[in-house]
Every structure is written in C-alpha cells, then in structure tokens.
C-alpha cells in the first residue's frame, strides 16, 4: 500500500469511527511511519507503507489513545520532545508561556531558572537549548514523567533534572525566573475532561478542589527562592486569572494575559522587595 492509500484510508476509517481531526492525524501517522515531516508527505506519497504497522496505529487512536501517545514524539517550540504514558502532552499555549519567558531571559546575564512540575521538560528544555546563558533546573515527582524527562534532557548541559516534589523546596541556587505550567484542573471537573486527556496521568491535571493548590505551594514555598526582581510565569486555566492573582501575595506587578485565543492563560509577576 502507498503512503497516499495509507491516508485515504486513515482518513475514511477515523472518520467513521467518530475521531475528530481525522485528516490530521492520518497524515501524523503515515509520516511517523515514513519517518518524515508532514511538510514533506506529498514527495513521499507513492512510498510503501506496511499496512498491519498502519492499522495498528489508527486502532490505538480509534479507542481513544492520544495521537501524541501513540508516535511517541511531538513538536514544542522549536524541539521534538519524547511523550508517552504517565507524562503531559505538550500544548501550543504552553508554547507562549515559552516563548514569553525566553523573551525575558534573554535580556538577563548568566541567570538561574526554575522549571516546576516539569513534566516532558519541554519548557525547561526548550528555554536551555535557546538561552545557553543560564542554567536550568527542571523539578518533577512523577517516575514515569522522570523516564521522559530525563531522555528529552539528555547531552543539554545547562539543562539539570531533579526528581524532586514542589511541595518541598530544594537546596538550589536562587532562582532569577521560575517557570511553570502546574495541574490546575479542578477535582470534581476531571471526569468531564475529553476521553484522549483522561489518558494523560492525574497528577499532572488535577489542582485540587480549586484548582489552586499548586499557585499556592509556589507563592507560599518557592517566592523565597527567587532573587530580588525575581520574575515569574505561569499558565492558568481560563477562568482562573483573578484567582490566581489574589494567591500570589508574595508578588507585584502581577498581570493576566490573554493566549492566542483570546482566553486568559498565563500570569505574569514579580517577586516583593
């Protein structure tokens, strides 16, 4: 079967199996087994592709397997990041977190950053590889995330893993920039979450009965670990951004600002003198 049969097909059985984005996703298949970007499908469209390899694919994301889960790897900023079970999927609003931070740091000398609830690493990752001044401690619990972490860190020097929960603090340099994409679901919305987010772990979804928990920990237990003029960013659910600045009462100039859909997705502040 060709790769153009190959998504025809992906196509007409996603479709009839109800999956959103069917087009999509047959095409992300069909270059993951290509081993090629979807840019580059149509000069590969008449290549061989093994059609059980294929079909196991569509069926993993038939039942409901994020599309992420299933090739293994997906783009963050500018980097390919390894994903899989029992680690957040990287997202594009978190991408403008990214993307806001590197801005600041940029400006910065030799500086420390902190990347909590790191997860895939993508952020912390993707502020090293793009501002080789500082130094980068990325802080995450889960083991299974660990496993991700770890390999997506792998040969970047200024980028260091710790395994490590942010309910405590740890003994590390003063932070000039804490970063952070915490859980802020709240508890008793999870179960009305999409079937493919349900597969993604717990622990990196729910923020307690608010949905605050984690806004909490970090003014409460890492505020301390910022140097004065301290910056910190966060993303937040769409409905938290008042919330989130009443937690915050270690910081000033505290601010919401909108994503690329108009919906309030990240706070930005600074540390008190």
């Not at 049969?5 to 059985?13: I, P």
């Not at 895939?120 to 496993?147: F, L």
């Amino acid at each position: 079967m060709t790769a153009k049969e190959a998504y025809n097909y992906g196509v007409y059985f996603l479709s009839c199996n109800g999956v959103d984005e069917a087009e999509f996703k047959s095409m992300c298949l069909v270059c993951h087994l290509l081993g090629i970007k979807n840019s580059e499908y149509r000069m590969h469209q008449d290549d061989d592709i093994i059609m059980k390899r294929f079909a196991d694919l569509l069926w993993r994301v038939k039942s409901g397997e994020p599309l992420q889960y299933v090739i293994g790897k997906w783009d963050f900023y500018e980097s390919e990041f390894y994903v899989g079970k029992g680690v957040l999927i990287p997202r594009p609003e978190t991408e403008e977190l990214c993307a806001m931070a590197v801005a600041y740091i940029k400006t910065l000398g030799s500086c420390v950053v902190y990347d909590l609830c790191a997860g895939t690493g993508c952020i912390g990752i993707s502020v090293a590889k793009t501002c080789p001044h500082s130094s980068v401690y990325m802080i995450e619990k889960s083991a299974d995330a660990m496993n991700y972490l770890t390999k997506n860190a792998q040969g970047i020097e200024n980028a260091k893993v710790i395994c490590g929960d942010i309910k405590n603090t740890h003994d590390l340099k003063r932070a000039d920039v804490i970063i952070s994409n915490p859980p802020y679901i709240k508890s008793s919305d999870i179960k009305e979450l999409q079937q493919e987010v349900l597969h993604e772990p717990l622990t990196a979804l729910d923020g307690g009965k608010d949905g605050l928990d984690f806004y909490r920990i970090i003014n409460d237990n890492w505020s301390c670990m910022l140097n004065n003029n301290g910056h910190l960013f966060l993303e937040i659910g769409e409905d938290q951004g008042n919330d989130v600045l009443h937690v915050l009462t270690a910081f000033q100039n505290k601010k919401v600002i909108k994503d690329m859909y108009g919906n309030d997705r990240f706070v930005t502040a600074v540390k008190k003198d």
